[in-house]
T-cell receptor, first 115, second 112 residues
Framework: AQKVTQAQTEISVVEKEDVTLDCVYE???????LFWYKQPPSGELVFLIRRNSFDEQNEISGRYSWNFQKSTSSFNFTITASQVVDSAVYFCALSEDTNAGKSTFGDGTTLTVKP | DTEVTQTPKHLVMGMTNKKSLKCEQHMGHRAMYWYKQKAKKPPELMFV???????INESVPSRFSPECPNSSLLNLHLHALQPEDSALYLCASSLGTSGTRHFGPGTRLTVL
């Protein structure tokens, strides 16, 4: 069975601080996909990144970076120099190749960035 | 066109009403999804359509009835809903069922 744990329910930082959102997953599949989505107060889920299980390369996109470590089953997300517009709920999700169609979402981390 | 659209944005209905939610995408995606999301919770999968056929029904009550008229459209027909069905209903699509879900803006449903 697949499971995603986002242990941090809420995080509050001051603008320009760096912040890391944790994601730990469980799966028995060797082929799987990990995702991060952002949900601002408007409600729409915005796709941020997709990583497959065979690609452990870390990724940087502007102020965003992701650290994928299979050894610890983690896929953490760091925002550098946070901004007020980063305030949102962030979801980590997992899709198994053998369970295609059923993505499992973590409970989400609510990030508040204060000016 | 790289977005998923949903109508209406907001819907208020009584328990005896019949209404429909609509979702459309023109990205050539062959998988489409309905999710339900309650406040401060993650999205919960309801239905998955793959190549216009229902492939997953997550034991959703029959008062929710999905329909996929063609590869670009997905409907959710609502009948005799309960107040606890009030939620944000999200539609999503992906190239295949392992692909990245692209979500629409959602329909915020209130059942009185």
């Amino acid at each position: 069975a697949q499971k995603v744990t986002q242990a941090q329910t809420e995080i509050s930082v001051v603008e320009k601080e760096d912040v890391t959102l944790d994601c730990v997953y469980e799966t028995r599949d060797t082929t799987y996909y990990l995702f991060w989505y952002k949900q601002p107060p408007s409600g729409e889920l915005v796709f941020l990144i997709r990583r497959n299980s065979f690609d452990e390369q870390n990724e940087i996109s502007g102020r965003y970076s992701w650290n994928f470590q299979k050894s610890t089953s983690s896929f953490n997300f760091t925002i550098t120099a946070s901004q007020v517009v980063d305030s949102a709920v962030y979801f980590c999700a997992l899709s198994e190749d053998t369970n295609a169609g059923k993505s499992t979402f973590g409970d989400g981390t609510t990030l508040t960035v204060k000016p | 066109d790289t977005e998923v659209t949903q109508t209406p944005k907001h819907l208020v209905m009584g328990m005896t009403n019949k209404k429909s939610l609509k979702c459309e995408q023109h990205m050539g995606h062959r998988a489409m999804y309905w999710y339900k999301q309650k406040a401060k919770k993650p999205p919960e999968l309801m239905f998955v359509y793959s190549y216009e056929k229902l492939s997953i029904n997550e034991s959703v009550p029959s008062r929710f009835s999905p329909e996929c008229p063609n590869s670009s459209l997905l409907n959710l027909h609502l009948h005799a809903l309960q107040p606890e069905d009030s939620a944000l209903y999200l539609c999503a699509s992906s190239l295949g069922t392992s692909g990245t879900r692209h979500f629409g803006p959602g329909t915020r449903l209130t059942v009185l």
